[in-house]
Nanobody, 123 residues
Framework: QVQLVESGGGSVQSGGSLRLSCVAS????????MGWFRQAPGKEREGVAA????????YYADSVKGRFTISHDRAKNTVYLQMNRLKPEDTAMYYC????????????????WGQGTQVTVSS
């Protein structure tokens, strides 16, 4: 059974940085798309970033371009989200997802989801 476990969330001040990790177990991804999503209280879940593990092609939401970087380590079955210059509006629960079911990689059409890790950015 595929499991995704996120870590790395926490509380930081505006302008700070965090790196989220998502470890996948139960399969060795070779050519899947994996993504990071977030959901703030009272808001819908939104796609933040995605990456095709076959070639490392990244995709970003406009709201995080230039601040967030998605990457993956094939040997560790881990996808990372480096978040720099964090803003209070980045505060949300962040979720890892694996195996996109469509080409709209920032949509919620993924087969597997993690439980989430909380990111809180204070002003």
């Amino acid at each position: 059974q595929v499991q995704l476990v996120e870590s790395g969330g926490g509380s930081v001040q505006s302008g700070g940085s965090l790196r989220l990790s998502c470890v996948a177990s139960g399969y060795t991804y070779t050519s899947y798309c994996m993504g990071w999503f977030r959901q703030a209280p009272g808001k819908e879940r939104e796609g933040v970033a995605a990456i095709y593990t076959a070639d490392g092609s990244p995709y970003y939401a406009d709201s995080v371009k230039g601040r967030f970087t998605i990457s993956h380590d094939r040997a560790k079955n881990t996808v990372y989200l480096q978040m720099n210059r964090l803003k209070p509006e980045d505060t949300a629960m962040y979720y890892c997802a694996a195996e996109a079911l469509s080409d709209l990689v920032l949509s919620e059409a993924y087969r597997y989801w993690g439980q989430g890790t909380q990111v809180t950015v204070s002003s």
